[in-house]
């Protein structure tokens, strides 16, 4: 019989030698403190704590591994699933393709099962089962797995053992917060490295062209508080109220408590639940509760952010807006504060200690003592770039703080901040990429509407908030269903595959607007008391891109390479596209007829902030592009809706 004779400090330090290196010395003093009151409660804490990082290690990767043995797992692990399959079509050898992709993808399934990763397999929705074995066999998809299974066990693993919270890492563990650190680094040095040319002969970095983007965290800032702000003038001008709601999770969800006096403790109720699963929890809460306010007769509208208390449970801030009164003439803020509590309180322990005063949490706005952007403002900076803020709650410096937010959200997949209600802001950015001179008077007015206020936001200063608001209501007013709104995404049918052999989805061209438009008719001028006809106009106007040729780092070495590919492609003709004019008959008994115009880009790019940074080298190529085909957006089954929407806006 085998007889351990190692002392309890010799045991104890090999057992957290399975930890990362950062944490021993941590569990270590844990460990003789709880060792010295009991030695046997210390020993089977540490051996629980042990078991909770043993899921990290799924795949054969260590708990403490480096990015770079990683990637070495994740080439194996491609190499060792490539040789499997090629031996299972050996295997299956004379039998139809069907067979042996169904064989290989039953096998698949047990190799995973075997080591832990079923929940890997992808074959749901569009993801069809060719698509998951080419994945299995990728390199770069199980480095992406290996990452994010890593990064998340390990992290679950440090909340479990107490190193996440106010009196030890806020928000998040420093080994994710550094993790988090070295991959923007990484990401920055990359970006850098590449060097862009489009069919203009400009030549940028990624890096440039990404700080003209809301990956700019600043440009991201701003236009979060310029759809705040624009939601205001709107709420202002309707007369509505606004509310601060915050909700937060259940105690189960909470590794640690806070005393009255500040002193934290480990919560007893604690359930070992995830950032991730607390994130579902309200997510399905809020889904609920938005689906019993519409049928309440309430509609609101403003911005959502989540943000992480100081052991990682995420809880929420809406600013919302809304009617005095709903649809059916109940009080609105009194039925919104009833649905918000039923949802987020009464569903589950109402009961508990503090639920009462801390699970929800109502803040009227009074328009009288300031501006409700200042009331979201601090929320929306210290979860992006801490500007402004100085220090969080904690103590800590808000930009340092800002650091540690990104990499909880970058680790547990969050959506910082979300839009409540309004017309979408994908549309508000494609908009900006339209030229002025391709929208004329023979546009749908929406669409002249939403132009003339996309061109006054870019010349007036502080036009930002008006901007937004008069795209609103171009698009029909911030209550309009989806289905009824004005100005649509014009998408482009690629007919490409990606890399697994799935079929790409549509991507953004331009801007498509329906309308209405009276006919004069003979019978109109003959008689000037009779109905004019109308006629149904869809417009589309396609967004002035260029085309983008990644390159080599030397830009001369780029832009040579560039124009020859344009040359030899012909890449740079203007885009020519067969549209009828003509007036088609009606499609149906009642409906009118619908003209279909669609105006090609101009090619005339104007003149931005990056351009100002063009070298002497970034010469203009006057080769000719090759003609592409855009697939429209006809939008017919959405008629019937929209027009019945403008009629009610109209009465």
């Keep these: 019989m085998y007889i351990d004779r190692r002392t309890d400090t010799e ?3 090999d057992i957290v030698g399975a930890f990362p290196r950062s944490w021993q010395d941590r569990l270590l003093s844990s460990w003789a403190k709880e060792h010295d009151d009991d030695s046997r409660t210390g020993n089977l ?5 042990v078991r909770t990082l043993a899921d990290s290690a799924r795949g054969g990767i260590s708990p403490n591994a480096s990015d770079t043995e990683i990637c070495n797992q994740a080439d194996n692990t491609a190499r060792d699933f490539i040789r499997r399959l090629e031996r299972v079509a050996v295997i299956c050898d ?3 393709p069907a067979t042996v992709e169904r064989l290989q993808s039953f096998y698949c399934r047990q190799l995973l099962r075997e080591r832990g990763l079923l929940d890997l397999w992808q074959v749901k ?3 069809r089962r060719e698509g998951a074995i080419r994945r299995i066999q990728c390199a770069k998809w199980w480095r992406r797995a290996y990452r994010k299974l890593h990064a998340r066990t390990v992290e679950s693993c440090a909340i479990s053992i107490g190193l996440v919270g106010k009196t030890a890492d806020a928000y998040a563990s420093d080994d994710t917060v550094q993790r988090r650190l070295a991959q923007n680094r990484r990401n920055a040095a990359l970006l850098e490295s590449v060097t862009a040319v489009n069919d203009q002969g400009q030549a940028y970095t990624l890096a440039a062209l990404a700080a003209t983007s809301t990956a700019n ?6 236009e979060l508080l ?6 205001e003038l709107i709420a202002k001008e309707r007369g509505d109220i606004a509310y601060m709601v915050t909700m937060t999770c259940p105690s189960r969800f909470h590794k640690k408590s806070t005393r009255a006096d500040g002193r934290v403790f480990n919560n007893p109720k604690y359930d070992g639940s995830t950032p991730n699963e607390a994130q579902r929890y309200l997510s399905r809460q809020w889904s609920r509760c938005r689906a019993a306010l519409l049928r309440a007769g309430l509609r609101w509208y403003g911005v959502r952010v989540a943000e992480p208390q100081h052991d990682a449970t995420p809880h929420w801030h809406c600013l919302v807006f809304m009617p005095a009164t709903t649809d059916k003439g109940q009080d609105a803020a009194q039925e919104m504060t009833r649905l918000v509590r039923r949802y987020f309180l009464l569903n589950e322990s109402p009961d508990e200690r503090g639920a009462e005063q801390h699970r929800c949490d109502f803040k009227a706005i009074d328009w009288s003592k300031g501006s409700a952007v200042g009331y979201v403002a601090k929320y929306v900076s210290k979860n992006i770039d801490g500007h402004g803020v100085g220090e969080d709650l904690l103590g800590l410096d808000a930009v340092t703080s800002a650091q540690r937010v990104e990499a909880w959200a970058s680790t ?3 959506r910082q901040f979300q839009q409540i209600g309004g017309a979408p802001v994908s549309v508000w950015r494609e908009l900006r990429r339209l030229h002025p001179e391709n929208v004329k008077d023979d546009a749908p007015a929406a669409l002249r509407e939403a132009m003339h206020a996309i061109n006054a936001e870019k010349v007036e200063p502080g036009m930002q908030a008006t901007a937004w608001k008069r795209y609103q209501a171009a698009q029909g007013g911030v209550n309009t269903p989806r289905t009824c709104l004005r100005i649509r995404l014009l998408r482009e049918q690629t007919g490409e595959c990606g890399r697994y052999g799935e079929a790409m989805p549509p991507r953004p061209v331009g801007i498509v607007a329906e309308g209405l438009e009276c006919l004069k008719t003979r019978l109109h001028a003959a008689q000037p008391g009779a109905m004019p ?7 589309s106007v396609e967004s002035e891109r260029a085309e983008w040729l990644i390159g080599h780092r030397d830009i001369e070495v780029a832009v040579a390479a560039a124009r020859e590919f344009f040359e030899r492609s012909g890449a740079a003709a203007s885009t020519w596209i067969y549209v009828n004019n003509c007036t088609p008959a009606p499609s149906a008994e009642g409906e009118p007829p619908t003209r279909w115009v669609h105006r090609p880009k101009l090619r005339r790019f104007l003149k931005r902030e990056a351009d100002a940074g063009a070298t002497s080298r970034q010469r203009p190529c006057n080769q000719k592009m090759k003609p592409e085909v855009f697939s429209h957006h006809q939008g017919d089954r959405h008629a019937r809706s929209m027009e019945h929407c403008h009629a009610k806006e109209a009465a």
């Design 11 to 13: 045991w104890a330090a």
């Design 217 to 222: 965290k600043p440009i991201r800032r701003m």
């Design 226 to 231: 310029t759809r705040v702000a624009g939601f």
């Design 412 to 414: 547990w997949r969050i």
């Design 125 to 127: 929705g569009k993801k």
């Design 45 to 49: 804490e540490l051996l629980e704590r």
């Design 94 to 96: 004379g039998r139809s």
């Design 533 to 539: 006809a109308a006629q149904r106009t869809v417009f």
